[in-house]
């Protein structure tokens, strides 16, 4: 069973980035306003979030880490229509397997922080054989997650890593699209041992703030608000955002920052339709950066694409694509031909 478990967990986790942005999702579900990240050798010996939101009872951390354990879902009605998606009580059980996980977490009833350390989906004998239970240690209200020696029992997928830096450069991306859609929640991102910080924003940023930090002053400079109204019988809540204008025009391509219900994804076609929009009046091979927040009826998105697939389904795409675009025209001041 715990082959089983290993190859599903490398499965789901496929690198450090992957781990992480479960790990970001878990801290900004549990209300955090200041999220704290450190990472040595690219996350693969060490993964460190430290978050400030209303933690996990004592009474929970026994089975912390068995598959499907969620605090998210309590009815089979939740599961219909579910607003996120992807791992559903796995990510930390698959951490389990792969990795040595440590919680270290407080809630507001308890007087003290709880530490936890886990091994294959339970929590980790201690020498000696006895089960270890939750120890009491000095800590305030939030969740310390520490994910060491990633992918330990995993060699086939340890080689595949090519350099730390590459894997960094990852885990920095992943934070920026977060810090940049979570207005009130402040962000630090950086190296072990280092005294420079990759990423920095305050809680009280502003989303062009926020753009700025992670994207620079050029294109946060030169941007247009979008906004799109929603649209029932599309399956449309309503979506916003920020793309740079006419004025600007980069050498170099950026992916756009989207994210649907909150969670960072991918929509290829989307992303299409908006090259296509700008390659109307940029110079030949000028790039924009678009920031799209989409909300879509929780019944209208296919929430069963693999956990590692960050490429989202959604109902009447095309229609909702054609909004956006629209959107962005109408705030480029472009006129309809
Ligand atoms: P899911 O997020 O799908 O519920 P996870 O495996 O990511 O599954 O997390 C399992 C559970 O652990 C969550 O439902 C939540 O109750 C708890 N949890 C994980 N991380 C945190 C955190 N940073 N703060 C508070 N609770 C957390
Ligand atoms: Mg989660």
Partial sequence: VSVINKI??????????NALKELLENSIDAGSTSIDIVVKDGGLKLLQITDNGHGINREDLGILCERFTTSKISSFEDLTKIATYGFRGEALASISHIAHLTVTTRSKESDCAWRATYLDGKLAPVKGGATADPRPVAGRIGTQILVEDLFFNVPSRLRAFRSAGDEYNRIADVVGRYAIHSEGIA???????????SLITTAQASTVDRIRTVYGAAIANELVKINVAGDKRLGL??????ATNANFNAKKSYQPVLF??????????LKRALSQ?????LPKGGHSF????????PDKLDVN??????????????????????????ALGEVDT
């Fill in 305 to 330: 694409v693999h956990p590692t697939k960050r490429e989202v389904r959604f109902l009447n795409e095309d229609d909702i694509i054609q909004r956006v675009c629209e959107s962005v025209q109408h």
């Fill in 187 to 197: 962000f630090t991102c950086k190296k072990q041992g280092e005294a420079h910080h």
């Fill in 290 to 297: 678009t920031y799209l927040s989409l909300l879509i009826a």
């Fill in 8 to 17: 599903a967990a490398g499965e789901i986790i496929v690198a450090p980035a």
């Fill in 277 to 281: 929009l700008y390659s109307a009046f």
């Fill in 260 to 269: 649907i219900n909150h969670r960072a994804v991918t929509c290829d076609p």
């Fill in 237 to 242: 809540v309503g979506a916003s955002g920020y």
